[in-house]
């Protein structure tokens, strides 16, 4: 079964440094893979995708992400953070089932915390 | 551009009564559409999804439905809300073969 994993559940970094963000998926075949990042109170935002391709992606905000067959990850980072990067990511893997539908699994979110 | 409308913001309810929350999608035609519900320090839960009119499919049983009665529009109700009904509900939209899904604002309800 697919799963994904984000195995910190709590990051603080100091404003300007740098960010990684790791995720790990579970799935049979080629993932489709995605990081979107929640504010308190709001909805999730789009950060980057990655479909195939260059397993560099670059996302909103000065985010990229690297995929990583072997090690079946997806992690997120950014060079340089910024205090308003401050919120809850999740990263998601997803699949189109018959019928058109998109399934997506999320993992359990990563709380970023930015000191000044 | 598309754009996913959700409403109520937040909503207090007593134990047993109804639901009815709204999601409305804007500049697109015919999207999967789903219901998710985060509780507090959980991940996302998908409770339901729709490829069309009138299909709903449940990911699992509990106490909510979903109804799709137009293209753009999907409605989550319950008839009588239980007190494990409180966290924050999501609605998205997304096209076909393997986009992303767009997220409203989502509902926060609190059942009391």
């Known amino acids: 079964a697919q799963s994904v994993t984000q195995p910190d559940i709590h990051i603080t970094v100091s404003e300007g440094a740098s960010l990684e963000l790791r995720c790990n998926y579970s799935?049979?075949?080629?993932?489709?893979l995605f990081w979107y990042v929640q504010s308190p109170g709001q909805g999730l935002q789009l950060l980057l995708k990655?479909?195939?391709?260059?397993?560099l992606v670059q996302g909103i905000k000065g985010f990229e992400a690297e995929f990583k067959r072997s090690q079946s990850s997806f992690n997120l980072r950014k060079p340089s953070v910024h205090w308003s990067d401050a919120a809850e990511y999740f990263c998601a893997v997803g699949t189109t089932l018959s019928g058109g539908y998109n399934k997506l699994i999320f993992g359990a979110g990563t709380r970023l915390a930015v000191h000044p | 551009s598309q754009t996913i409308h959700q409403w109520p913001a937040t909503l207090v309810q007593p134990v047993g009564s109804p639901l009815s929350l709204e999601c409305t999608v804007e500049g697109t035609s015919n999207p999967n559409l789903y219901w998710y519900r985060q509780a507090a320090g959980r991940g996302l839960q998908l409770l339901f999804y729709s490829v069309g009119i009138g299909q709903i499919s449940s990911e699992v049983p509990q106490n909510l439905s979903a109804s799709r009665p137009q293209d753009r529009q999907f409605i989550l109700s319950s008839k009588k809300l239980l007190l494990s009904d409180s966290g924050f509900y999501l609605c998205a939209w997304s096209g076909l073969e393997n986009s992303p899904l767009h997220f409203g604002n989502g509902t926060r309800l609190t059942v009391t």
């Open positions: 990655y479909f195939s391709g260059d397993t």
């Open positions: 799935y049979g075949a080629t993932p489709y």
